[in-house]
């Protein structure tokens, strides 16, 4: 199996910025896609950005132009770094690992971000 482990969340004053970390213990598939998704209290879970392999990327409407994704393939890690940050931006953010190809997908715990006017 593959274990993530992310870090990186806090508190933010609004205006202000973070990164977020994902590790993976592994990565035994080329081919697969590691994403950000978040969930606020009593929303849906939603994709906030995914990048594969290749580092082709995809963001929601509502980050676009504020956070960026990226790999270090090297060492299995995803990053999402979030400026601009306002407070609907708060919400457990949840690192996911998938290979479209075999059905396999992994989650991380998920790191709190509160961002504060």
């Known amino acids: 199996q593959v274990q993530l482990v992310e870090s990186g969340g806090g508190l933010v004053q609004a205006g202000g910025s973070l990164t977020l970390s994902c590790a993976a213990s592994?990565?035994?598939?080329?081919?697969?896609?590691m994403a950000w998704y978040r969930q606020a209290p009593g929303k849906q879970r939603e994709l906030v950005a995914a990048i594969t392999t290749s580092g082709s990327t995809n963001y929601a409407d509502s980050v676009k132009g504020r956070f960026t994704i990226s790999r270090d393939n090297a060492k299995n890690t995803a990053y999402l770094q979030m400026n601009s940050l306002n407070p609907e931006d708060t919400a457990v953010y949840y690192c996911?690992?998938?290979?479209?190809?075999?059905?396999?997908?992994?989650w991380g715990q998920g790191t709190q971000v509160t961002v504060s006017s």
């Open positions: 996911r690992y998938y290979v479209p190809e075999v059905n396999f997908t992994s």
């Open positions: 592994r990565s035994i598939f080329r081919i697969n896609v």
